[in-house]
């Protein structure tokens, strides 16, 4: 990939992360996050000094009392036995929405104590953008005769998600919900009005019912202990399936949970103070802005198997950083800032691949004619050995060329004169190759060949005597007709792409290549001629500078 489409690709997959969230497409993965971190934060039961008791209607109450609706007068005698057993309040989770018989006797007994009971709401939603507002169409108070003696009457509608989850506190303009009426007297001197129903969320301690319950049939007994419901808010509500009081929460993998359990749920959020406050969508927006600069900085000056390695710690940074936040009381959205990562950096992956494929062509394609195939093969395989960019080595250049070569080909047609050139090079080739040299060009007819570039080469100076001792050995096989003159040097060279944006190549420069290029236009007939630090190395004597017989080394 192009860097502009490199450039493009990131804008892209930006503006399409950020479009997905603003407009809620991501909403029902986000759910799934949020659901996860209250599985990861919960606890299995309330102690039994919980504020909240819970008195549960439940399969053996409704044994004991199977006609339901109950008639009000034996829900009279529960609150009755409530109120004298100690409780703080109590709240009813149970619609009065018509008279019935037993009503006179309820409502002496909410006389008793502070009672709080539900009215239900007729809604509509008006939905936009991330955002629903609830409509009140129409209210469904109690029975006026209830509602006089209660201490207050509050809403009990939840608004789902939109996977039918119920996740956050249904506060709607100018209508209390219930469970905020019970936890503002639980809490003294404290309101929630403000809180906003759509970024408010309900902290679930676990599945089920964690709260201390009493059977609703035990209130009856002769030897009932009320030391669950001493000083506390009591809940009345149903517990029992067949009454179809069930909902969806978080947990809802372990099973749906009553109506009274989700409202205890509620006030004991509000009361512990432990709400959960989604972050606004700007301040996620400029999360998920910075974190895309930054990762275009690191990811264009990095290779590969850092970025990857970053991108994998940087995904698991923001789960556990997002779920740290929701444990402090924050959302933050996670899915959006996953998706742009995964998204960045996949796109700088595949570029990496890519540019690596075509790296690895590059260099087949430039050393295969130069290096012998396990050579090539090692380099293509570990493209970091080979700096192409330019690096100083220690080399040996080893300059061949024929005597006599222009003279000859003048008396000899252009056919003959190519064919014992294609001869030459071959040998030249395969000895170089053979001995693990680099044969670096052709020039005229001879030929430049290294040891020691582009990978290091041990006892690359008898690498290279070896290699011209077989050359001339073939040359003297075949009866070619032309002697060989050559010179050797040894030294530190500058190896790597040199050329044009239209035509590189992969060679060395430097003083041993001179002094090699010079030595072998000096060598007679049949003759090598070693530098002086070649000289040295080979032969660990005075001389500066050591002719040796090339017939001699290819016999």
Do not use: C
Request: aromatic share 10%; proline share 5%; no cysteine.
């Amino acid at each position: 990939m192009g860097q502009n489409k490199i450039i493009f690709s990131n804008i892209l997959a930006f503006f399409l992360v950020s479009l997905l969230f603003l407009t809620g497409g991501l909403e029902n993965l986000e759910n799934l996050l949020i659901d996860l971190s209250h599985r990861l934060n919960s606890r299995p039961e309330y102690s039994e000094n919980s504020p909240i008791t819970i008195v549960a209607i439940d399969e053996t109450s409704m044994e004991e009392f199977p006609r339901w609706p109950w008639p009000r007068s034996i829900l009279a005698q529960g609150v009755e036995k409530i109120f004298a057993s100690g409780a703080r309040s109590i709240g009813i989770d149970i619609l009065f929405l018509d008279e019935r018989e037993g009503d006179e006797e309820l409502a002496g007994a909410m006389e008793k104590g502070s009672t709080y009971l539900p009215m239900s709401l007729n809604l509509g939603l008006l939905r936009r953008i991330r955002q629903e507002t609830p409509l009140v169409r129409d209210i469904n108070f109690p029975v006026s005769l209830l509602a006089e003696k209660a201490a207050g009457i509050g809403h009990v509608n939840y608004l789902a998600d939109r996977d039918g989850i119920i996740r956050r506190f249904p506060f709607v303009d100018d209508h209390k919900a219930w469970f905020q009426l019970i936890a503002e007297e639980l809490v003294e001197n404290e309101s929630w009005e403000e809180l906003s129903f759509q970024n408010t969320y309900i902290r679930f301690s676990g599945p089920g019912n964690p709260f201390p319950t009493v059977s609703f049939k035990d209130l009856f007994s002769e030897d009932f202990d009320g030391t669950l419901l001493e000083n506390r808010i009591v809940l009345i509500g149903s517990t029992d399936p067949t009454l179809g009081d069930l909902i969806m929460t978080p947990f809802a993998n372990h099973g749906f949970i009553p109506g009274v359990v989700l409202g205890a749920h509620a006030i004991q959020t509000l009361s512990e103070g432990q709400e959960i406050i989604r972050l606004n969508i700007w301040i996620v927006l400029s999360i998920f802005a910075f974190l895309y600069l930054f990762n275009w900085f690191f990811f264009n000056r990095s290779n590969f198997r850092t970025n990857l390695i970053f991108s994998l710690a940087q995904l698991t940074i923001i789960i556990v950083f997002g779920h740290l936040l929701f444990s402090s009381g924050y959302l933050l959205d996670r899915v959006p800032l996953l998706l742009g990562v995964t998204l960045q950096s996949t796109i700088q992956l595949y570029d990496q691949i890519i540019r690596g494929e075509t790296r690895q062509k590059k260099l087949k394609n430039l050393f295969q004619r130069y290096l012998p195939p396990e050579i090539v093969e090692r380099i293509t395989t570990n493209p970091e050995m080979v700096n192409l960019e330019g690096e100083s080595k220690e080399v040996v250049a080893l300059f061949v060329d024929l005597r006599g070569f222009t003279v000859w080909s003048s008396g000899r047609t252009s056919q003959e004169t190519v064919k014992t050139l294609n001869i030459f090079f071959r040998i030249v080739t395969d000895a170089a190759m053979e001995h693990g040299g680099t044969l670096d060009k052709f020039l005229g007819d001879g030929a430049l060949i290294i040891f020691g570039a582009p990978l290091p080469l041990e006892n690359s100076l008898e690498q290279a005597l070896e290699a011209v001792a077989e050359i001339q050995k073939k040359l003297i096989e075949i009866d070619f007709p032309l002697p060989l003159g050559a010179g050797l040097e040894i030294g530190e060279v500058i190896a790597g792409n040199i050329g044009s944006e239209k035509r590189l190549e992969y060679t060395v420069i430097g003083s041993p290549v001179n002094t090699a290029s010079h030595l072998e236009e000096r060598a007679r007939p049949g003759e090598l001629i070693l530098g002086p630090a070649a000289a040295r190395k080979y032969a660990g004597r005075k001389e500066n500078q050591l002719a040796i017989k090339i017939k001699e080394l290819g016999k």
